[in-house]
């Protein structure tokens, strides 16, 4: 199980998003009925906040005003569960989640327990819209009903000590070896995709991930090209640079990669027509030599032009537009 929590100050649409989303199912709700509207159960979270106002953050009003938190068991430790079952976990983290002390690491008195038990906040049972895993929604009122704030300093980390505690007690795996656990499996997919895939382009490798589930940002340059990318599952978010091995599934490295996986494809892809007749480059070059020297050129800044006899017309779009024609073994240096 692994578990996220920030304070947030779009309250109201959090809630919104809880109660309304499809198939959501509510599974509790603490000071507060559960037959309202989601604005409804916000508008009574700020009720309290209001009648505290003179005591909490000197009169003023609190601009992170709810404590958002998720908690995801893996399919197989929630497999056959029911409504009862997920009442009991959010239970049970909200007790530890209370109780662990971070006045030690914070330097504040506040930072001693939280009240969540004594606050008002809503409980939503989620299915992923991919893979139909479940998960909770807490949303929960950042002041307690007897008007004090519920310490949101190292709120991150409680909540995973919190779901550490409880794996542990449940015998669940840890929530950093469920981490690695995921990030290897989208490592994988991603590989098993460059090796499908009979050249490379963005579009194809974007449009297989989602087909595997996945939701995908790239970030483009202004002048063209993909300098970033990070890939979503679930509630979890993984960039290219933790992705793969030696960052090799980042945009600089993933069409070498690519090429690695294809031997037979860099071999089909020489060319023998140079594009000049300069004696010095009648040897064949492949679309990874090209790749390669055009690369180190645009990392390093050198624009030096030594032509590369490259038949790759999607190269030399890409590349030679910039000037950079380099022939195989030029040192850049």
Partial sequence: MIAKTSTISHGAN???????KEKADIVKANFLPDDISPEAMYGRMMLVQKKFAENINK???????????E????EEESRDWTMDDWERLSNEFIRVF?????????KRASSKQTNLKGSQYIVALHRDSKSGILHLHIDANHVDMDGKINDSHKIGERAVMAA?????????VQSEEIGIQHRQ?????????????????WQRYEMELVKRGYKVHLQEKDGGGIYGYSIKRSNSIY????????????????????AKLHPQERKSNKTCSPTNTDSRQDSCYT?????AACYEALRYNDRRVSQIPCGDTRIRRQYHSAGLFFRRGTSVS
């Fill in 14 to 20: 959090a809630i919104r998003y809880s109660v309304n």
């Fill in 59 to 69: 009169g003023r009003p609190l601009g992170r005003n709810v404590i958002r938190i």
């Fill in 71 to 74: 908690i995801s068991p893996s």
């Fill in 98 to 106: 209370d109780s662990i002390d971070l006045s030690g690491k914070t």
């Fill in 164 to 172: 550490n505690i409880i794996n542990e007690r449940r015998g669940w």
């Fill in 185 to 201: 499996e989208v490592s994988d997919n991603c590989m098993e995709i460059l090796r499908t895939m009979d050249e490379f382009s």
């Fill in 239 to 258: 960039k290219s640079s933790i992705l793969g091995v030696g960052r090799n599934l980042t945009p600089s490295k993933i069409e070498a990669t690519w």
């Fill in 287 to 291: 679309t990874f030599d090209c790749f």
